[in-house]
């Protein structure tokens, strides 16, 4: 219980199902939870007044079958979402990007206290493929692989714009196999947010050591030898681009070489995220 989300009991249950989790440089970066429930839509939104955390980043997959978590804001800018008896949702701005990601911008108010933040909603849609692989019933989307480092790379030029650098707060679900917890996808998006971090402050990985942490953190975080692996696919996958993009900077001739090890330095990783 020691890195358990609490809330108060001024206005309600003290209970969220929600782990504060280390991140690569902050004692905590992360709370991972689970998706909001109709029944849970007011804690869910108590969490962001009572901590300081202004990020949502919301990771699910696009099917035709089954209902997806309920929709915990406003969808329309002339509309204001009253949650609970104290606090007011309203929706300011509204961005899709290459049809994978949403980026919303809220403003949440606590009437009781007088308070208003802004909090940045970040959707990262999923869509399932022929060449997704399936482990235990859960899906690792081939192209995770392809857009996340776009996804990591908007919010982190969002917290740095805001000044803002403590507790994203996660949580996914799949359309067709919901996941209570906040289980595979939000821990592979947290250890891919550190290890890059990692890899940009030390030029190196420790993903073993780093999954253990992980572990130790929250239940049913990284849960079969398939997850295990897709990070060092992915991080893999990273450093090719990364060297791509360092030798058509230097000279397009290189395109095709060998990779040098000297090739790509710190300046290359850090302008791609």
């Not at 002339?78 to 949650?83: G, L, S």
């Not at 999954?211 to 090719?240: C, G, N, P, W």
């Amino acid at each position: 219980d020691r890195n358990r989300v609490c809330l108060s009991r001024i206005l309600g249950h003290p209970y969220i199902n929600g782990s504060f989790i280390e991140g690569y440089s902050h004692e905590c970066s992360f709370i991972i939870t689970q998706d909001p429930l109709s029944e849970t839509i007011h804690e869910f939104w108590r969490m962001f007044i009572e901590h300081d955390s202004n990020c949502i980043v919301q990771l699910h997959t696009i099917t035709d079958s089954s209902p997806k978590c309920p929709i915990y804001y406003p969808n329309d800018f002339d509309t204001t979402m009253k949650i609970g008896s104290t606090t007011l949702l309203k929706l300011i701005q509204k961005d899709v990007i290459q049809e994978k990601m949403i980026i919303r911008e809220f403003c949440l108010t606590d009437t009781r206290e007088a308070l208003s933040k802004t909090i940045y909603h970040f959707e990262y849609l999923l869509p399932i493929s022929a060449n997704d692989e399936f482990e235990n019933g859960q899906c690792l989307p081939s192209i995770l692989t392809n857009s996340l480092f776009d996804f990591i790379g908007y919010i982190n030029k969002r917290q740095h714009t805001t000044n803002h650098d403590r507790y994203i707060t996660v949580h996914s679900g799949y359309d067709y196999l919901p996941i209570i917890n906040g289980g595979p996808s939000c821990s592979i998006f947290c250890m891919c947010v550190m290890l890059l971090d990692q890899l940009k402050n030390e030029h190196a990985v420790d993903i073993f050591q780093r999954v253990r942490a992980l572990q130790r953190q929250r239940v049913a975080m990284i849960t079969s030898l398939a997850q295990y692996e897709y990070l060092y696919e992915m991080i893999l996958k990273f450093l090719e681009e990364s060297f791509d993009l360092a030798a058509a900077k230097s000279s397009p001739s290189l395109n095709n070489s060998v990779y040098d090890n000297n090739m790509i330095d710190q300046e290359d990783i850090h302008d791609r995220l």
